[in-house]
């Protein structure tokens, strides 16, 4: 079969291989190749157990999957055969040097722009997908056109806006898709023929434009307001506590206004992801380079809101435990950062686990996708850690249940055959208040919601 245009993707991460899996699905007449640097992780692609759990992405990558889809660790060869590249490698944060902790670490995006010069043969449309510094693509282009050849690289920035959990959703349905590039004769031309790809799809009106800066800073800018509401809500939460307010209320009073609406307004144990803290940082970052103090003050309030929010959580559960964790059994209900992937990346659950054990108490740590990843995160923790996968064993004499992770089923166990098999007084600490808590205090819990009078019974 001879393909319209051949699309590569290097990168075959959470970003990359379900967004080359659905411009597959959506455009048959291109060919997708998605090459990455882990041959385990190209093999899993190719298996019928795929590197990620994402709704709907397994029944898309067996429809295209060998048909115009294909997963390859041949990144020379599929450099020189491409024809548009999307670069959607990991861009974590900087953890040496000069801006440790706070920039982005950009070796593995410039290792792969070196590759693209090395091996293309041909001009080439290139495609930010990465979550970059603003003037990344300059950098990109530097490098591009440092080669002794006439080759002409585009360089194009189309972020992502994925959220895990609901990216075939997103893919399938975004609410925009943004596309910069150079003002000039050959950006306008590549800008289009990028335009045409999603237009496959998604309607017209919904692709929009602008000049790559912009496209670039637009992305960090997403993810610092959503983070921003989240850390706005949550600073309520601690007042509602002293002032018994109730954030359930408060948020939907607030959310009804049209101009502020009611989405991500989720009172929560904090948010995690690999995405938020990392690009709020990022921004701060920048913000600091350009002598923006004040900026760069505001942005990262939310961050520190954010950390304030996890210690709190433990403070509440010391407190409502007589003071002492010590030697108590402690579930927790959930480990991934959100509900729908077994992605633990900047989980809230990490820093709740580390500080459990740091206060002596015994874990025992239950979730549908992420015992995995779990175990990873938590390897050599000085303490008693265990992962059982069924929730009622999992809190069978424990002391306290905090819910960690939003999952559907937690709201619907069986809380009195659950209770009985408690030590007692038996504690919930519900940071995503999923649960019927007026139901549980019946039962005889000891209710802790967030930013929720609590239901004690002394
Ligand atoms: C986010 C952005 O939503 C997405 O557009 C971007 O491309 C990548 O970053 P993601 O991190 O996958 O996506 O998940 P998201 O649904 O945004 O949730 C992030 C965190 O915030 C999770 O820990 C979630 O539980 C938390 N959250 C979300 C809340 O605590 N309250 C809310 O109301 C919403
Ligand atoms: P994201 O969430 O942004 O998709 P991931 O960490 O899930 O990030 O995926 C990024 C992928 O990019 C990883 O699988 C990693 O192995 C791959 N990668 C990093 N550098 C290169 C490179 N130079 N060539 C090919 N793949 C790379």
């Known amino acids: 079969m001879t393909f319209k245009k051949t699309i590569l993707c290097i990168g075959a991460g959470y970003v990359g291989g379900p967004t080359m899996a659905l411009i597959a699905y959506k455009c048959p007449q ?78 593995y995006w410039e290792k792969t722009a070196r590759q693209i010069r090395k091996y293309a043969e041909s001009h080439k449309i290139i495609v930010e997908k990465s979550t970059l510094p603003v003037k990344t693509a300059l950098a990109m282009e530097r490098i591009l056109s440092s080669a002794e050849n006439d080759i002409h690289f585009e360089v194009l920035s189309n972020p992502e806006f994925l959220a895990e959990g609901t990216a075939i959703k997103d893919l399938e349905d975004p609410d925009r898709v943004l596309i910069g590039s150079r003002e000039t004769p050959s950006g306008l031309k590549a ?46 939460t601690a007042l509602c506590e002293k002032t018994d307010a109730n954030i359930m209320e408060v948020a939907r009073a607030v959310g ?32 600091r ?32 435990m007589f003071n002492t964790l010590a030697g108590k059994k402690i579930c927790l209900f959930g480990f991934s950062y959100k509900a729908n992937t077994g992605d633990t990346r900047e989980s809230p659950a990490i820093f709740i686990a580390r500080r459990l054990i740091e206060e002596k108490a015994e874990l025992v740590i239950t979730d549908p996708k992420a015992l995995n990843n779990a175990m990873i995160d938590l390897n050599g923790v000085d303490g008693k850690i265990s992962y059982v996968e069924d929730p009622y064993k999992a809190s069978a004499n424990c002391d306290a249940i905090a ?31 999923i649960l019927d808590h007026k139901r549980l205090y019946e039962i005889g819990f000891n209710v802790f919601p967030i930013g929720k009078p609590a239901l004690t019974h002394f």
């Open 289 to 320: 380079h350009y002598g923006l103090d004040e900026v760069a003050d505001y942005w990262e309030g939310v961050v520190r809101i954010n950390d304030y929010q996890k210690e709190r959580f433990i403070l509440n559960m010391l407190s409502a």
């Open 191 to 236: 800008r289009d023929e990028l335009v045409e790809i999603y237009a496959n799809w998604v309607p017209r009106e919904r692709i929009i434009t602008s000049n790559v800066w912009s496209s670039e800073l637009s992305k960090l800018v997403a993810n610092a307001f959503l983070a921003q509401r989240i850390s706005s809500i949550n600073s309520i």
């Open 256 to 287: 009804m206004d049209s101009r502020v609406g009611s989405k991500f307004l989720n009172a929560s144990v904090g948010f995690g992801g690999s995405c938020f803290k990392k690009d709020i940082l990022n921004l701060v970052y920048l913000c």
């Open 30 to 107: 291109y060919k997708v190749t998605v090459v990455d640097i882990d041959p385990k992780r190209i093999a899993k692609w190719n298996s019928d157990n795929l590197p990620i759990y994402e709704p709907g992405l397994d029944e898309i990558v067996k429809a295209t999957r060998d048909r115009n889809l294909f997963f390859s660790t041949e990144i020379e060869r599929e450099i020189k055969e491409s024809d548009i590249i999307f670069v959607s490698v990991n861009t974590p944060t900087k953890m040496f040097g000069a801006g440790s902790g706070m920039a982005a670490d950009l070796q």
């Open 403 to 433: 819910v960690m992770t939003e999952w559907e089923i937690y709201a619907n166990l069986d809380f009195e055959k659950i209770y009985k098999s408690m030590a007692k007084p038996a504690f919930i600490f519900d940071g995503r208040n």
